[in-house]
């Protein structure tokens, strides 16, 4: 990495990197100070220093018109919701504005700072790759972690329900110890639920948004049980036995069909980590020999012409392994 010889520069350069860091520390500092989530009305406690952060922030009239202006902008193209839902599927204690601002400016400053560090625009591709694709892929991937582990705890979850309302507990009641022993992430939304119903709402409703919120359709079936039963009556805690011996029985259909469909996922992998893996191999072994196919107008089709027959063929093999259940 080579520094700038112009002072002038590098402390320009330095200041850059300063402020954008201050600023996206305020930024997420305002978002992870968000008012308590409605699980945790009870237990929320104040932080001196955080207080005395929020008002530090308050009082910046250009942070705050910038996380306007944002999050204007991206309610317009429809970004701010997806965002909003995606933070709240993952619990992430962040406002999807403030979130999507720090984005902006981190990857708006950095790739500069990069180029002036090191004159390369291999570099400056790279870390525009990495900002812009990293932290969606993150968030995605907490989310879809997030939902396997609840999808995991659900039909436990609902035999344990069930065991309460025999022992003689109303349903309210069941659901209230229910979400004192689980662990997260299935203990936590039941928490926001218990407490969104202390606020009003009815179960039926809670139960739906959290539902909505984690995408989860064996949940949908159990909320759409409970709300059956409560229409048309009936043994509710039959009903949820039955509903958790369903949802256990599909996962262990996944996982037969997943332990079926190995081989060809894996031969999938194969063919996208195979060939380029060999022709690295080659190049390094034998650059004269693999340089014409990065040199030559020819070359350059044959590689066009093998990155596609390789997308083609990973899709089509990925698309024939993936069996609905």
Same mark, same amino acid.
């Given at each position: 990495?080579?520094?700038? $010889?112009?002072?002038?520069?590098?402390?320009?350069?330095?200041?850059?990197?300063?402020?954008?860091?201050?600023?996206?520390?305020?930024?997420?500092?305002?978002?992870?100070? &968000?008012?308590?989530?409605?699980?945790?009305?009870?237990?929320? &406690?104040?932080?001196?220093?955080?207080?005395?952060?929020?008002? !530090?922030?308050?009082?910046?009239?250009?942070?705050?018109?910038?996380?306007?202006?944002? #999050?204007?902008?991206?309610?317009?193209?429809?970004?701010?919701?997806?965002?909003?839902?995606?933070? *709240?599927?993952?619990?992430?204690?962040?406002?999807?504005?403030?979130?999507?601002?720090?984005?902006?400016? !981190?990857?708006?400053?950095?790739?500069?700072?990069?180029?002036?560090?090191?004159?390369?625009?291999?570099?400056?591709?790279?870390?525009?790759?990495?900002?812009?694709?990293?932290?969606?892929?993150?968030?995605?991937?907490?989310?879809?972690? *997030?939902?396997?582990?609840?999808?995991?705890?659900?039909?436990?979850?609902?035999?344990?329900?069930?065991?309460?309302?025999? !022992?003689? *507990?109303?349903?309210?009641?069941?659901?209230?110890?229910?979400?004192?022993?689980?662990?997260?992430?299935?203990?936590?939304?039941?928490?926001?639920?218990? #407490?969104?119903?202390?606020?009003?709402?009815?179960?039926?409703?809670?139960?739906? $948004?959290?539902?909505?919120?984690?995408?989860?359709?064996?949940? &949908?079936?159990?909320?759409?049980?409970?709300?059956?039963?409560?229409?048309?009556?009936?043994?509710? #805690?039959?009903?949820?036995?039955?509903?958790?011996?369903?949802?256990?029985?599909?996962? &262990?259909?996944?996982?037969?069909?997943?332990?079926?469909?190995?081989?060809?996922? #894996?031969?999938?992998?194969?063919?996208?980590?195979?060939?380029?893996?060999?022709?690295?191999?080659?190049?390094?072994?034998?650059?004269?020999?693999?340089?014409?196919?990065?040199?030559?107008?020819?070359?350059?089709?044959?590689?066009?012409?093998?990155?596609?027959?390789?997308?083609?063929?990973?899709?089509?093999?990925?698309?024939?392994?993936?069996?609905?259940?």
């Amino acid at each position: 990495m080579r520094v700038p $010889d112009d002072p002038m520069v590098a402390a320009l350069m330095l200041g850059v990197a300063v402020g954008v860091s201050v600023v996206v520390a305020m930024v997420m500092r305002m978002g992870g100070n &968000r008012p308590p989530a409605l699980a945790d009305i009870n237990k929320a &406690r104040p932080d001196r220093r955080a207080k005395r952060l929020d008002q !530090a922030v308050a009082s910046s009239a250009v942070l705050q018109r910038a996380v306007e202006v944002t #999050a204007d902008l991206a309610s317009r193209r429809g970004v701010l919701g997806a965002v909003e839902r995606s933070l *709240r599927a993952a619990d992430v204690p962040a406002r999807p504005a403030e979130l999507i601002l720090a984005h902006v400016c !981190a990857s708006a400053v950095v790739p500069t700072v990069v180029y002036f560090l090191t004159r390369s625009p291999v570099h400056v591709i790279m870390a525009l790759v990495a900002l812009g694709v990293g932290p969606p892929l993150t968030l995605r991937r907490i989310v879809k972690k *997030r939902r396997k582990r609840f999808a995991v705890q659900l039909p436990d979850a609902l035999t344990t329900l069930a065991g309460s309302l025999r !022992a003689g *507990r109303s349903l309210g009641q069941a659901m209230e110890a229910l979400a004192r022993e689980l662990r997260d992430p299935m203990g936590r939304e039941l928490r926001k639920v218990v #407490a969104e119903v202390r606020l009003g709402r009815t179960l039926q409703q809670a139960l739906g $948004d959290a539902a909505d919120r984690l995408a989860s359709e064996d949940f &949908r079936w159990a909320v759409l049980a409970m709300r059956i039963q409560s229409e048309v009556g009936g043994n509710l #805690a039959e009903l949820l036995d039955q509903v958790a011996a369903t949802m256990r029985e599909r996962s &262990r259909m996944k996982g037969e069909v997943k332990a079926l469909t190995a081989e060809g996922r #894996a031969s999938a992998l194969l063919l996208v980590f195979m060939v380029p893996g060999l022709g690295l191999v080659m190049w390094a072994l034998n650059p004269a020999y693999m340089g014409p196919l990065f040199s030559t107008s020819t070359g350059h089709i044959m590689l066009g012409v093998s990155t596609v027959m390789i997308a083609g063929g990973y899709f089509w093999m990925n698309k024939m392994v993936k069996i609905d259940v």
